[in-house]
């Protein structure tokens, strides 16, 4: 199964007061540590979408084997950067079979994780979905096969992938991520999670 990876690092971190893709872990921003971990699977291809402060973060992805869309609609809401995303891929590879949804506020997302997702969603064709589960939440990543682009690209204003998972339950299988309730959205999330990383 082809499986791309797309990046939603469009928004403009209003909560947290700066470019939360620009914030550093271990000297490394969290754009390029996401898009180094998608780097790490077997997924093709790798797209990046920006908006927001675009001209700041580009920088970070240069000689990256990876597409970087710009989303200039990024404040009409995270459906615009789903399209564009899909669109993005699309035009990256037309076999695409299916696309895993990432951001770039959790840290704790890895390689395996991503490929345990693979793994669930090859397992049985009935599986149109497969979401994370943590903390009585389902969300991203979230990996949808081809046969729900549509549903996605007809997504409208700030409405998220989740949308379509809800609409397609019996469709979705979840994989235990209880790591995922931890999203860096304000500046003291951010330090606080720099400060347990560095003392474990």
């Not at 947290?16 to 540590?33: C, H, N």
């Not at 997702?117 to 049985?124: G, H």
């Not at 690209?153 to 979840?174: F, I, P, Q, S, W």
């Amino acid at each position: 199964m082809n499986v791309g990876i797309i990046i939603l690092a469009a928004g403009a971190s209003s909560r947290m007061g700066a470019p939360k893709q620009l914030l550093l872990i271990d000297g490394k921003t969290l754009i390029r540590r996401v898009c180094e971990t998608a780097m790490d699977t077997t997924c093709f291809p790798i797209v990046t979408v920006l908006g927001a402060n675009r001209n700041i973060i580009k920088p970070e992805l240069e000689r990256m084997p990876i597409t970087v869309i710009d989303n200039p609609q990024w404040e009409k809401g995270m459906s615009s950067s789903i399209k564009m995303g899909l669109v993005g891929a699309y035009m990256t590879i037309k076999e695409i079979e299916a696309a895993i949804f990432l951001t770039v506020d959790m840290p704790y997302v890895n390689v395996e994780l991503i490929n345990n997702m693979i793994k669930k969603a090859k397992s049985d064709t009935n599986i149109e979905i497969v979401a994370c589960k943590y903390e009585n939440q389902i969300g991203i990543p979230v990996l949808f096969k081809r046969s729900l682009f549509n549903d996605l690209l007809e997504l409208t204003g700030d409405e998220g992938a989740k949308k379509v998972v809800m609409r397609n339950k019996e469709k979705t299988a979840l994989i235990d991520f209880p790591e995922g309730k931890l999203d860096l959205d304000t500046i003291d999330e951010y330090r606080k999670f720099v400060s347990n990383y560095h003392s474990n």
